[in-house]
């Protein structure tokens, strides 16, 4: 079957002209007639004309895959992983992110006590959130709440006692996942009023491992779009050009990293919303297999497609967060029936014997900077001992509009009970996603999850042939953000295609997929390599990754504001 992945088209739309737009669409007439032509703008019309005859799989619930076994970490041997005592950043010509384990090491050495790390957080966040085009990366910090933890840390230090790698070391996480005593506003204005009794269960596995959670990061509404603009807390900027997007909708969790206030931040992905922002801002995010971190504790938005998963500076980084998080939680059925948590050979060096499939078609429906780029990462991988295999993976087009018709649809669900009297609280272009997603019928709903039962199917038929599969993460570099969708957004579907042209298949098939930095375009914006692999495999993801991370330069971002960098050079 030929490639049929679509490129969408229809106007760009900004300030009073999208208002209107917005306003009606969500009428009853002429609203249903413009709500036509949008479904089939977006590919919806035509799909909902195909016939598809699978069962549907209403959740990506991976029973039978077979993962390495009696090789398993459990939560206390992560918290016991040995110390990589590397050297400090260079000051020179010579960029490197500061990781988990440099904090881990100046605390052991005395060179800087947790207190005086979230000290200069504190001012640094303050300072990322002034000026004329602030970061809005961190918009939700507890100052006295984080001075205790760190307090306690540095105790704990004193004792000799640390609780783990982590202990001490600032992580943020996203407005839809509770924190114990902030508030959960999921990206809008009105929900959250009351502060979290607990912890979710990914954020009380990384409290218990000894981090400071230092607050909570920004994101796009509901997590409905990916450009990171909230009309509510602030367009989140890119910190390599503040000028551009950073993407979505884990944007400030994205770029918290990448600005250097914390190594790792808790993100999550119902449509490549940890991958995205990871690669625009040239980070590293993994999304793993369906149900491997619990969401017990993350705002109910998108049952089917919902991941959470970690953004990070380093794939070491990304991968002790995901070590920490991952595994059984009764709290979340799906979770249980996962295999062991490894992460066996993931620092190996070399990639003898793994075999990565590409889809030629697919992987260079790119523009010709990011074509350029990750073009450059196949001497790389083969470099490294990899095999790269030619495949062909149909349907692409059928399970893009399958996980945009589950992900809105879901959506729309959730906010069902706070619609009436909110609707115009939401931002716009989340206002147009919901307007859109209460016009999908059930009929079209179960013949999206009819396509996921078959796009499972020939994505673990491809991945019987290779390891995994490789592709950008994005279809573009981050956009700059226009002067005239400030402060309330716009619309831009051309856009939004390219940005999500890789992404949806992972959270419509739950298989694990992860983006890594693969370079830079001559303006020094990242771009990324998306890694989809079998389930339960993330160890072999983060181990490609980490072998290609060997041949990347990093680049200093514009923005770039690092706890760490009060240790004298």
């Known amino acids: 079957m030929a490639y049929n992945l679509s490129k969408l088209k229809a106007p760009r739309m900004a300030g009073f002209a999208f208002k209107v737009f917005t306003a009606v669409l969500e009428s009853s007439f ?35 895959a077979v993962s390495p076994r009696g090789a398993a970490r459990s939560l206390a041997s992560f918290m016991k992983i040995k110390l990589r005592h590397s050297t400090e950043p260079s000051r020179g010509d010579t960029f490197r992110y500061f990781s988990i384990d440099d904090y881990a ?36 910090m507890n100052k006295e709440d984080l001075r205790e933890q760190a307090a306690a840390s540095a105790e704990r230090f004193k004792q000799g006692k640390p609780l783990s790698i982590l202990d001490g070391v600032p992580i943020g996480v996203k407005d839809e996942i509770d924190l114990k005593g902030y508030t959960t506003s999921v990206g809008t204005s009105f929900l959250g009023q009351n502060t979290a009794a607990e912890d979710a269960e990914c954020v009380r596995r990384l409290r218990e491992a000894g981090a400071i959670l230092f607050g909570k990061t920004n994101m796009h509404e509901i997590g409905i779009g990916v450009t990171g603009l909230n009309p509510h807390f602030g367009v989140v900027r890119n910190p390599h050009n503040p000028d551009n997007y950073t993407g979505g909708s884990s944007s400030g969790s994205a770029a918290a990293v990448a600005a250097g206030l ?20 040239g980070v590293t995010g993994l999304k793993p297999t369906y149900a491997r971190i619990s969401e017990h504790g993350a705002a109910p938005l998108c049952w089917s497609v919902a991941h959470l998963g970690p953004i990070a500076a380093t794939v070491r980084d990304t991968a002790i967060l995901y070590g920490i998080m991952a595994g059984t939680d009764s709290k979340m059925e799906a979770s249980t029936i996962q295999p062991d948590v490894d992460l066996l050979k993931i620092e190996k060096k070399d990639l003898q014997g793994v075999r990565l499939g590409y889809y030629p078609e697919w992987f260079y429906d790119c523009d010709k900077d990011t074509q350029g780029i990750v073009n450059k990462t196949f001497a790389s991988l083969e470099d490294l001992g990899a095999e790269l295999v030619k495949v062909e993976i149909p349907e692409l087009e059928e399970m893009r509009v399958a996980q945009l018709i589950s992900i809105v649809s879901e959506m729309a669900a959730a906010m069902n009970p706070y619609y009436q009297k909110h609707r115009k609280d939401f931002g716009l272009d989340t206002r147009v996603n919901l307007a859109i997603g209460r016009r999908l019928s059930n009929m079209d709903y179960i013949l999206a999850q009819r396509m996921r039962t078959r796009a499972i199917a020939i994505f673990n038929t491809v991945l019987t042939e290779v390891d995994a599969i490789i592709t950008p993460m994005t279809g573009i570099p981050a956009p700059p953000i226009p002067p005239d969708a400030l402060p309330d957004g716009e619309s831009n579907l051309p856009m939004l295609s390219d940005i999500m042209r890789f992404a949806s298949m ?8 992860l983006s890594v930095p693969a370079g830079y375009t001559p303006e020094k914006l990242p771009v990324g390599l998306q890694i989809i692999g079998r389930a339960w495999e993330e160890s072999l993801l983060l181990r490609i990754a980490a072998s290609l991370e060997t041949t990347v330069t990093p680049s200093k971002p514009k923005i770039y504001l690092s706890p760490m960098d009060i240790i004298p050079s």
Do not use: M, Q, W
């Not at 052991?108 to 085009?133: C, F, H, M, Q, Y």
């Not at 992972?506 to 997929?513: S, V, Y």
């Open 30 to 64: 002429p609203g249903k007639v413009l709500a036509l032509k949008v479904l089939k703008d977006s590919g919806v019309t035509a799909f909902t004309k195909k016939t598809i005859t699978e069962d549907p799989t209403i959740l990506p619930l991976h029973l039978n």
């Open 105 to 140: 090491v100046a605390y052991r050495k005395g060179t800087i006590t947790p207190v005086e790390a979230a000290e200069r957080l504190i001012t640094l966040v303050d300072a990322s959130n002034s000026g004329s085009k602030p970061l809005r990366a961190v918009i939700k």
């Open 262 to 281: 914390c190594p790792g931040a808790v993100g999550a992905d119902g449509g490549g919303s940890i991958r995205i922002p990871a690669a625009l801002c």
């Open 506 to 513: 992972g959270n419509l098939t739950g298989l694990p997929a």
